[in-house]
């Protein structure tokens, strides 16, 4: 009873902070009584493709993370889509330019709010944005419905008017205002796991940090079994521990951009932060542009090489 009384004030105080500002987190309950508006369209953004074809919510459209969401003509190929690839997409899983989007996905938000972020971004109305506390994974705890039924899609035409600039950074706004200490009251944030900033886990021909940035793993916000977000408190304390707050302008990175959109909706959207900023090559970009300078670098061919467990002799 507790639980249930703690989660439905998490959903109250995301939903006042949201009222003002945008994306707004919405519950299973929410999502059954709105889920055959026609107006709604429920997006699964799933971690693997072959995900959604075992099971989904009735009704869901599946969101391919690294075909719909990504720029694959382009280097890193884990960059944000263009407005036409963006508006193909969108009209191809017929989202109308009214429509309330409610996502999820399998993996603590990571994915949905990447999608979040990009409609934000190509203009779409952000009170008409929801993200499904817990995703799918909560919602089955909770014994709700699942089905692996195909959903029929009438293809839309979706138009995008304006493209929102000011959401994200490049490579060289942080070396010119982080690295170089042009604007002093910008805060680098590192949102990725820890095992990635210390250069243990090499994802790119670099391992390590940006210069002077600050580590919060965006996925301490989320329950680790229900995937639902932790209270508004502990979210709070978890990045203040690091000097990140509201008086801040930050600029958020991650591997691929998935963890930094995250971030980009705790701290924008859940702990009323003004100034974020997404850096949108992340580390794949930025390791791989080798003359930029790093914090803790290790080169991929230098790493220790993992340990390998001796099998039990029979």
Request: glycine letters at 6%; hydrophobic letters at 40%; proline letters at 4%.
């Amino acid at each position: 009873m507790k639980l249930k009384i703690f989660a439905l004030a998490l959903i109250t105080l995301f939903s006042m902070n949201s009222a003002a500002l945008a994306i707004s987190l919405v519950d299973a309950d929410w999502l059954k009584k709105n889920m055959n508006n026609k107006n709604v369209k429920i997006m699964d953004v799933a971690d693997k493709p072959n995900a959604f074809d075992k099971e989904h919510i009735p009704g869901a459209i599946q969101v391919k993370r690294y075909l719909d969401l990504s720029n694959t003509d382009r280097y890193p190929a884990t960059a944000y889509p263009t407005k036409l690839q963006f508006e193909k997409f969108l009209s191809e899983s017929g989202i109308e330019n009214g429509s309330v989007i409610v996502a999820y996905d399998d993996k603590s938000s990571l994915f949905a709010t990447r999608l979040l972020f990009l409609l934000e971004m190509f203009g779409h109305d952000p009170a008409k944005l929801k993200l499904l506390n817990g995703g799918i994974v909560n919602w089955k705890k909770l014994g709700n419905k699942v089905t692996d039924d195909v959903t029929k899609i009438k293809k839309s035409k979706y138009k995008i008017a304006k493209t929102k600039t000011d959401m994200t950074v490049t490579w060289s706004d942080i070396y010119r205002d982080v690295a170089q200490g042009a604007k002093p009251e910008v805060l680098l944030l590192d949102s990725r796991p820890e095992n990635e900033f210390k250069a243990q886990n090499i994802r790119a021909i670099r391992g390590g940090y940006l210069p002077k940035a600050v580590l919060v793993t965006s996925s301490d916000a989320n329950e680790k079994d229900s995937q639902l977000f932790k209270s508004l408190e502990d979210i709070k304390k978890l990045y203040e521990a690091k000097d990140v707050n509201g008086d801040r302008t930050i600029y958020t990175y991650c591997h691929s951009g998935d963890r930094s959109a995250h971030t980009y909706v705790i701290l924008k959207y859940m702990l009323g932060y003004k100034n974020v900023k997404v850096y949108e090559g992340g580390w794949v970009e930025w390791a791989n542009m080798v003359a930029l300078p790093m914090a803790g670098q290790i080169w991929l061919w230098d790493a220790p090489k993992p340990v390998k467990k001796e099998e039990p002799k029979k």
